[in-house]
């Protein structure tokens, strides 16, 4: 009888979640997966539309100079702004944990720049990096000569600063919580036996800091992909070649309507994305199993 | 009591970098009350010809509202912008709440075969940046007739995988027993939902609409890709043309334009905050 009625239960759950899930399952069957299939099979097939080509489409974009720059760029990007934000959002986390005072006007001021519309900052970045801008005024000030910042090979470095200045709060929040996740006892134990400062940091702290050091690589690694705001509104679609990225590539090749290259590099970068992230999924997975 | 002699030290530090967030919202917001002759002295050389270097100075000598007045009075066309913003954000996080909600409730609560299956489906969506939908967005926008609307930017948004992953996240925390004791009393499964799973899992709903928001707000790929019309452009991609005459203007533009999301922020800083970490805790 009991068993029956849970039953019921079960069924109706399942009835009910079906419900539940149908307008957002149905919204991202026909918005985006629909659609996505479509984009990989064009991704083979020629620029009439009918003949499939092969991996003819994906040549095309590997011999093309913008796409190999752009390729060379985001990775150089990559490497060095997201291990960069680790660091410094982590170090900071570190110093701010020690219930500094302030904390909390600390936390908010760093948070502030994530939700600074892009448009906002641009007249700042112009005033600063502009040739004859403040940073220039700064360096003359210091006996060095004025640059063109923006439209040179310093531009990569300014784009590089835009990213640490927007996402640093938003890592230093996920280092906090990391960092708080850790017991105290942990701490104490390690100090009654004669664990210095430094010996707690490195067999306590960073061990543990795993899980934190996964989720802050994969959201700083999406996000990466949004520093093409800044770089578009303050320089447009052409803007110096060291920061030419694959965002650019992407965004003119839809310009022209290209659907072939788009569809091809799409298809790329989506099996690159996906297979980082589930590739530092496992490895953080195991790590986790070990300890 | 060695942490008590860092203390200065990290302190120090902590400063210098909250300075490098406050120095250029400070300038933005003296830029937008200093008088047009005093701007052309700091400014003729990056927005004219002079060629003279740049220059600041912590308070402007005389403050003024003129530029503010200026913009508010005189530029229709700021308005239109700042309402094509309104109209493509704020139906896009209702439509999230409401289709997210109920969505969330099932893949956090709700035991059904292939669940896990699902959760992973959105997750994979949250990943993939923009740039890898935008081909495949386009495809079905442009087929449903929609290039060149507000729908090309709130539909895929009202969909979005990012709000359901985080009311799920919220929802997951509400005791299950509280759900069955409400079965047992006869509750409905939408009745749960409503008296129970909303209520509790309000903060989530919360979160996710003050994260949906200032995305929504601060767009810029979706509506440079989809939007072809001056008349639509939303204040995220707008950016006056500025010259020497009419800085003063662009920087009120600027403060104005980010007002909506930081004051959001201020207000519902501890939602966004746990939206944050939920959006960083493991599946």
Not at chain 1, 112 to 126: A, D, E, H, K
Not at chain 2, 85 to 99: E, W
Not at chain 2, 218 to 226: G, H, K, L, S, Y
């Given at each position: 009888m ?5 039953d019921?239960m ?8 079906r419900a ?10 026909v918005l985006?997966?629909?659609p996505?299939?479509d ?22 974009i590997f ?8 390729v060379?760029n ?5 490497l ?6 680790l ?7 570190l ?16 948070l ?39 439209n040179?090979e ?37 100090r009654v ?18 899980t934190?050091?996964?989720i802050t ?7 990466s ?50 297979a ?11 790590r986790?199993?070990?300890? | ?11 120090v ?17 003296t ?34 509202l ?14 239109r912008?700042f ?46 940046p ?9 495809i ?22 990012f ?7 919220f ?22 939902f409503?008296?129970?799973?909303l ?6 709903v919360?979160?996710a ?12 790929e ?5 939007l ?14 500025t ?17 909506p ?15 944050i ?7």
């Amino acid at each position: 009888m009991k068993r029956a009625a849970l039953d019921r239960m079960g069924k109706g759950e399942a009835r009910a979640a079906r419900a539940f899930l149908a307008p957002s399952l149905i919204g991202i069957f026909v918005l985006v997966l629909i659609p996505t299939a479509d984009v990989i099979r064009r991704s083979f097939l020629s620029a009439m539309g009918d003949q499939f080509v092969g991996l003819e489409n994906y040549k095309t974009i590997f011999g093309n100079a913008s796409f190999q720059l752009a390729v060379n760029n985001t990775v150089r990007f990559l490497l060095v702004c997201i291990p960069l934000l680790l660091l410094c959002s982590l170090a900071a986390a570190l110093l701010l944990y020690r219930r500094i005072r302030f904390q909390n006007l600390f936390r908010t001021t760093y948070l502030l720049p994530l939700v600074v519309p892009v448009t906002s900052v641009v007249m700042i970045i112009q005033t600063v990096f502009h040739k004859n801008g403040l940073l220039s005024a700064l360096s003359v000030a210091l006996g060095s000569t004025p640059q063109d910042w923006l439209n040179s090979e310093y531009a990569f470095w300014v784009l590089v600063l835009c990213y640490l200045w927007k996402y640093f709060g938003y890592n230093v929040i996920l280092w906090l919580a990391g960092l708080s996740a850790i017991p105290d006892s942990y701490y104490e134990a390690a100090r009654v036996d004669g664990a210095n400062e430094a010996q707690c940091f490195f067999h306590i702290t960073l061990p543990l800091l795993g899980t934190t050091l996964f989720i802050t690589s994969v959201l700083a690694l999406i996000n990466s992909f949004k520093v093409f705001r800044e770089a578009y509104l303050v320089a447009g679609r052409y803007p110096n070649n060291s920061i030419y990225m694959l965002q650019h590539v992407l965004s003119n090749w839809f310009t022209n309507l290209d659907m072939q290259k788009i569809s091809a590099a799409a298809v790329l970068l989506m099996i690159t994305i996906l297979a980082i992230v589930f590739v530092s999924m496992r490895v953080s997975d195991r790590r986790k199993e070990q300890s | 009591m060695k942490s008590k002699r860092l203390q200065p030290c990290s302190f120090v530090i902590l400063f210098l970098l909250a300075l490098l967030v406050w120095t250029p919202l400070w300038m933005l917001l003296t830029g937008a009350l200093t008088p047009t002759s005093e701007l052309r002295e700091h400014l003729s050389g990056v927005l004219g010809s002079s060629g003279e270097l740049a220059s600041w100075s912590l308070l402007p000598n005389r403050l003024t509202l003129q530029h503010v007045v200026e913009l508010l009075l005189d530029t229709p066309a700021f308005f239109r912008v700042f309402w094509n913003s309104c109209v493509q954000v704020l139906p896009a996080v209702a439509g999230q709440v409401l289709i997210g909600a109920p969505a969330a409730w099932a893949l956090s609560q709700l035991r059904f075969h292939g669940r896990n299956t699902v959760f992973r489906l959105y997750i994979v969506l949250m990943i993939l940046p923009f740039q890898v939908t935008m081909a495949s967005s386009y495809i079905v926008l442009n087929w449903l007739g929609l290039i060149d609307s507000p729908f090309a930017i709130l539909l895929p948004a009202a969909f979005s995988a990012f709000p359901v992953f985080i009311m799920t996240k919220f929802f997951a925390g509400i005791p299950r027993e509280m759900l069955e004791a409400a079965r047992m009393d006869g509750a409905s499964e939408w009745a749960v939902f409503f008296k129970i799973g909303l209520p509790l899992g309000l903060p989530g709903v919360l979160s996710a609409a003050l994260l949906g928001f200032v995305e929504g707000w601060n767009a810029v790929e979706q509506p440079i890709t989809f939007l072809k019309s001056a008349s639509l452009t939303p204040l995220s991609v707008f950016l006056p043309a500025t010259t020497v005459a009419n800085t003063g203007v662009s920087f009120v533009s600027a403060v104005i334009a980010l007002l909506p999301t930081v004051l959001i922020f201020l207000l519902g800083q501890q939602y966004l905050e746990q939206g944050i970490l939920a959006s960083g805790i493991k599946e």
